[in-house]
Structure formats: structure tokens, C-alpha cells
């Protein structure tokens, strides 16, 4: 029988070092705790990230148009401080789901969020995410401003599910996804995901739809949102929007120059001197009752 010796500590096989893309990512949301393909570390990142992250939708506003090349996405969100919208959000959070050993694809839908019954069908133009674990399927969005979950949807139950803010729904019929949001008593629809997972070129085409078509909303307003535990932040042009957790709501009325200081302060977003134009256009935006 051959004689083989117990391995030794300078023996043992080197730990792999982590994926530098996803240590990057996770040194930029602020998250140091376990990295494994369970609901509980999903729970944890997109709660990090979308505290982390802001929503913004500049490079539509003032350049009219958004790259979402992956490489261009890490540069921007990861490695410059910048939020961004669904497209990269979501693109970004897909590929930080992989490298973790989720099994996780995209999906997109339709916004229904704030507009009338009976209003005509929006585009499909909102990116999310659909997350199998062990074998159940869960819904990830990152990229839907004030009104994103703030936590993982169960897509198999129908039943109200409570979150550090508001409760949702997720209600399918046949191929479709109705997801729903509790405000003041009253379920709200915030968007429709289709069950079929799009190829490439249908984000391509719904991203250059939302960050250059004259009808959409991101190439006239200046919108910011940010979510963390305690409360969620919202800039549209002048008017900030303060909710918190406990149900208390705070508004007021901003000039440029505190236009320019709660981006920074609240969502992390220092201003760029070629963003001062917008930022003084959503100054004077007529106030709303």
C-alpha cells in the first residue's frame, strides 16, 4: 500500500481569489457578508444596492442617450460613483447574480405606475429580473426609482407580501405578471413582466426607445430615487419627496443651488458642470397642488 502523508498547511490548495469585478461591486454597495446563491444573500444585495445605487436618468436628460454595454455600465455605476435606470441597473445587478451562482435571467415589462385606468399599454421598456431558488421562482428589480421593491417577490404566490416599506402583489394571468404596491389602502398597479425571456436586441431597442424618444418621460424631467431601510428619496425636476419607513412623508420645493446639494447629500450624486443647465431648467418647473 502505498504511503501517502496528510497534507500540511504550505500543502493545502490556495483559496481562488475572488472576481475582481464582483469584489468592486461589492466594496461599492457597502456589503461584506456572505456570497452564495441563497434568498437570504439576495435579500441582503438588493437591499445594498439600491441603498447604494441611486436611480437617476441623467445621460438621457442632458445627452440623449444611455450606453448599456456591459463594460460601460461597470465604468459608470461601479467604478464612478453614478446611479443609472433599469436598463443598466438591472443589467448590472444580472451579471453581480451570475458571478454569485444564481441561476437568473431578464425579463421585461410594461409601466403602469402612475397612470389612469384604462390608460393606453406603455412600451415594454422596464428591465427585471427573474431568480430561481431551489426551483422557486423570485422576482429582483434595482431599477424602478421610488416605487422598486425593496426586497425579492415570491412570482408563485399571489398573497400580499410586506416589505421594509410598502406591501406588494405579484398576480399572474396566463403569461403575465401584474405586480401591485399598497398605497393608502388602495393595491396600485406598478407594472406588467412578460413570462418570455427577450433576446438581446429587444433591450437594445427598448433602451434607445426610453433615453432618446421625444415621448419618454427621462428626456424632459430630472429624476433621482434612492431606497434604504429608512426611508425613500425621491427628485422630480424641483420637488423632493422624502417617505419614511414609519409612514410619515416629507415635501418641499427646491432652487437649483439645493437641487444641486440634495443630489449630493441624499443620493450621492455630485453634480457635473454640464448638468447645471437641466438642473436650473428643473428649478423653475411649475409647481404642482
Not at 102 to 119: K, N, S, T
Not at 125 to 139: A, D, N, Q
Request: proline share 10%.
Amino acid at each position: 500500500m502505498l504511503y501517502r502523508p496528510l497534507p500540511t498547511e504550505c500543502d493545502a490548495i490556495p483559496t481562488p481569489e475572488p472576481d475582481p469585478f464582483l469584489r468592486r461591486y461589492l466594496a461599492r454597495i457597502g456589503y461584506a457578508g456572505p456570497v452564495e446563491p441563497t434568498l437570504e444573500v439576495l435579500r441582503a444585495l438588493q437591499a445594498a444596492h439600491i441603498a447604494a445605487i441611486p436611480f437617476e436618468a441623467f445621460d438621457a436628460l442632458v445627452e440623449g442617450g444611455v450606453d448599456i454595454d456591459p463594460a460601460a455600465i461597470e465604468a459608470k455605476l461601479v467604478d464612478a460613483g453614478r446611479g443609472g435606470y433599469c436598463f443598466e441597473q438591472n443589467s448590472l445587478f444580472l451579471r453581480v447574480l451570475r458571478a454569485v451562482g444564481f441561476d437568473a435571467e431578464g425579463l421585461l415589462g410594461r409601466v403602469r405606475w402612475m397612470r389612469p385606468p384604462g390608460a393606453p399599454p406603455t412600451p415594454r421598456s422596464h428591465m427585471v429580473l427573474r431568480v430561481r431558488i431551489e426551483g422557486r421562482p423570485w422576482l429582483a428589480d434595482v431599477g424602478f426609482g421610488s416605487a422598486v421593491p425593496p426586497a425579492p417577490l415570491a412570482m408563485d404566490s399571489e398573497a400580499p407580501q410586506p416589505t421594509a416599506h410598502e406591501t406588494y402583489r405579484v398576480v399572474r394571468r396566463g403569461d403575465r405578471w401584474s405586480v401591485r404596491i399598497a398605497i393608502e389602502g388602495e393595491w396600485l398597479p406598478v407594472y406588467t413582466i412578460d413570462d418570455a425571456v427577450p433576446p438581446a436586441i429587444d433591450y437594445t431597442v427598448a433602451n434607445w426607445y426610453t433615453s432618446t424618444h421625444p415621448d419618454s418621460h427621462f428626456r424632459h424631467q430630472l429624476i433621482a430615487a434612492r431606497t434604504t431601510p429608512a426611508a425613500r428619496y425621491a427628485l422630480r425636476d424641483n420637488r423632493l419627496t422624502i417617505r419614511h419607513a414609519d409612514g410619515s412623508t416629507e415635501r418641499r420645493y427646491l432652487t437649483a443651488p439645493a437641487i444641486e446639494a440634495a443630489l449630493a447629500e441624499l443620493f450621492g450624486l455630485p453634480a457635473r458642470p454640464h448638468w447645471r443647465a437641466a438642473i436650473e431648467r428643473a428649478a423653475t418647473a411649475e409647481v404642482e397642488g
